[in-house]
Nanobody, 117 residues
Framework: QVQLEESGGGLVQSGGSLRLTCRAP???????????MGWYRQAPGKERELVAR???????DYTDSVRGRFTISRNTSRKMLFLQMNDLKPEDTAVYYC????????WGQGTQVTVAA
């Protein structure tokens, strides 16, 4: 059963912005609160890669290619995860997935982000 729901993807011009949202309605609050939450992406013909993650305490980590352009954040009371993406580039085009890792783990179904040159 899919436990995470992503939204906010779409088509944007190079240099534009998008904000991705991940909701976790089927996770209990304590599971969400205690999990490392992350955004991953998978481009056609490539392996899924970590984009950004945030610990239960708010510590963030980014892959080098997005550092300074993307910001990950979480709202624990609403069980939501966000990814603000600025200055988007064509190489950011991919399906973006939300992920949680705690005692259990799970993925969403993904949202497509397409950046036109």
């Amino acid at each position: 059963q899919v436990q995470l729901e992503e939204s906010g993807g779409g088509l944007v011009q190079s240099g534009g912005s998008l904000r991705l949202t991940c909701r976790a309605p089927r996770l209990i609050t304590s599971t969400f609160s205690n999990s490392v939450m992350g955004w991953y992406r998978q481009a056609p013909g490539k392996e899924r890669e970590l984009v950004a993650r945030i610990s239960s305490g708010g510590t963030t980590d980014y892959t080098d290619s997005v550092r300074g352009r993307f910001t990950i954040s979480r709202n624990t009371s609403r069980k939501m995860l966000f990814l603000q993406m600025n200055d988007l580039k064509p190489e950011d085009t991919a399906v973006y997935y939300c992920h949680f890792q705690g005692l259990d783990s799970g993925w969403g179904q993904g949202t497509q982000v397409t950046v036109a040159a």
